[in-house]
């Protein structure tokens, strides 16, 4: 498996993305295509996506979470990921996992959504 980038200091406690794999921006644009129903902004800008690890064989597994535990698409939105990157030319396998650890945050989310909110 390629080697995965290290976490920033202050970071949350979550496994690090295989950021350095030449499939990662497809893989991350593929989740930057699936949105959130209640806020439009994708998953991805959201922070919602807490790793993307590339293996050598081209498996992708991702680690996400959604805004609230209650989410109405909490059942869905997995699948929804799944999808969008085993779409993505070169991917073998896709596996999502989702966590309520650490729980989202809107700190989370990048300058880029924070805008299109208006919470900038």
């Known amino acids: 498996m390629t080697k995965p980038q290290e976490p920033l200091e202050g970071a949350p406690l979550i496994a690090p ?3 350095n794999h030449p499939l990662y921006e497809a893989v991350a644009d593929a989740c930057r295509t699936v949105y959130d129903p209640e806020i439009p902004v994708n998953i991805f800008e959201l922070g919602l996506i807490y790793t993307i690890e590339i293996s050598d064989d ?10 609230a535990p209650g989410c109405p698409v909490a059942g869905d939105m997995p699948g929804w990921v799944q ?3 085993g779409a993505v030319p070169g991917v073998r ?3 999502v996992e989702l966590t309520w650890e650490p729980p989202w945050g809107m700190d989370m989310m990048s300058d880029a959504a924070r805008l299109e909110l208006g919470f900038m």
């Open 17 to 19: 993305s295989t950021t």
């Open 58 to 67: 081209n498996d992708v597994r991702i680690i996400m979470t959604l805004t």
């Open 83 to 85: 999808d969008a990157v």
């Open 93 to 95: 396998s896709v596996e």
